[in-house]
């Protein structure tokens, strides 16, 4: 246990965003050697969106906290000269200090219709609900569910290898991608197991360096890391059913995820990501990343 309290640890998020927003690193309390990464890039402290924002928009505030590990994860929207963005952002804590802090920031240069910013104005209720204590999920057993949704995805050949609520929805990059309509995207239509079970995501080769860092057991929610390899080699997709489907990923890249899983009864009741495009196959600063010392 780091004896820090969730308050203490929303309350840290909300004070490094403060700062971030004021651009004044100093405002912030950081330990003599931190490590701060933004886009899968390790920075110095005071560089990167430090250098660019210009407002944290009200409204979206989806926050978690894993108390016995003093780590709190923050998704939301930010602002570069009016230019609006979504974030995720997950921190470690020591004590008074901060040690790590990962960021992902989805701008208007991504594949297909991300980042969605319209209607993404406040976080949906399952996801800042607590879990009713006889529904709720240990920490290793929150861990393995969220992964059997990476082992899901990978490679998804139909194979659940997690459950599911009937009603959970997923959304990525502010984009609703379950029980809805996109067009010329026609699986969005079906809730999230029907999905796999066609085995449309045939064409994700490998979701690597999976790491589990914030698991919020009073929320239900796990804060994941990781990415999704695509080698673009599979561009014609027969669904289990029979019909013939195009990928939409034609040359290799790989995607850098912050994703939260919310666990009710065992089941995923509900996902949310925040990724962005990096080189395919891009290595994680986050394996082996030597800390920076911080000057002055």
């Given at each position: 246990?780091?004896g820090?309290?969730?308050?203490?640890?929303?309350a840290?998020a909300?004070?490094?965003l403060d700062a971030l927003v004021a651009?004044?690193?100093s405002?912030i309390?950081?330990?003599?050697k931190?490590i701060?990464?933004e886009n899968?890039?390790?920075?110095?402290?005071?560089?990167?969106?430090?250098?660019?924002?210009?407002?944290?928009?009200?409204g979206?505030?989806?926050?978690?906290a894993?108390v016995s590990?003093?780590?709190?994860?923050w998704?939301g929207l930010?602002?570069?000269?009016g230019?609006?963005?979504?974030?995720g952002?997950r921190?470690?804590?020591?004590?008074d200090?901060?040690?790590e802090?990962?960021?992902i920031?989805?701008r208007?240069m991504?594949?297909?219709p991300?980042?969605?910013?319209?209607?993404?104005?406040k976080p949906?209720?399952i996801?800042?609900?607590?879990?009713?204590?006889?529904e709720?999920?240990?920490?290793?057993d929150?861990?393995?569910?969220?992964?059997g949704?990476f082992?899901t995805l990978?490679?998804?050949?139909?194979?659940?290898?997690?459950?599911?609520t009937?009603d959970c929805?997923?959304i990525e990059?502010?984009?609703q991608?379950?029980?809805?309509?996109?067009e010329g995207?026609?699986?969005?239509?079906?809730g999230?197991a029907?999905q796999f079970?066609l085995?449309?995501?045939?064409?994700?080769?490998?979701?690597?360096?999976r790491?589990?860092?914030?698991?919020d057991?009073?929320?239900?929610?796990?804060?994941?890391?990781?990415?999704?390899?695509?080698a673009g080699k599979?561009v014609?997709v027969?669904w289990?059913?029979?019909s013939?489907h195009?990928?939409m990923?034609t040359?290799?890249?790989s995607f850098?995820?912050l994703?939260?899983?919310k666990i009710?009864?065992?089941k995923?009741?509900?996902?949310?990501?925040?990724?962005v495009?990096?080189?395919?196959n891009?290595?994680s600063p986050w394996?082996?990343?030597?800390?920076y010392?911080?000057?002055g």
């Open positions: 246990m780091t820090l309290t969730r308050a203490e640890l929303y840290r909300d004070a490094y651009k004044d690193p405002r309390k950081l330990a003599d931190v701060f990464t899968n890039v390790q920075l110095n402290i005071g560089d990167g969106l430090w250098n660019t924002i210009s407002a944290r928009r009200p979206y505030d989806l926050k978690c894993d590990t003093g780590q709190v994860s998704f930010i602002e570069e000269y230019n609006p963005a979504i974030m952002m921190m470690a804590c020591e004590g200090e901060i040690t802090i990962e960021t920031i989805s208007d991504e594949f297909g991300f980042p969605n910013i319209e209607g993404y104005d949906r209720p996801m800042l609900a607590d879990v009713p204590e006889n709720r999920s240990s920490r290793e929150m861990i393995a569910i969220a992964d949704y082992e990978e490679l998804n050949d139909g194979t659940l290898h997690v459950d599911f009937d929805d997923r990059n502010g984009l991608t379950t029980n809805t309509q996109i995207y026609p699986i969005a239509s079906m999230t029907a079970r085995g449309q995501y045939i064409y994700d080769d490998r979701l690597r360096d790491r589990y860092p914030l698991v057991e009073e929320k239900g929610i796990v804060c994941a890391a990781g990415f999704i390899d695509h599979v014609d027969t289990t059913d029979g013939k195009k990928s990923f040359f290799p890249h850098v995820l994703e939260l899983f009710v009864g065992g995923i009741a509900g996902v949310e990501a925040v990724f495009t990096v080189p395919y891009m290595v394996l082996g990343a030597q800390p010392v911080v000057e």
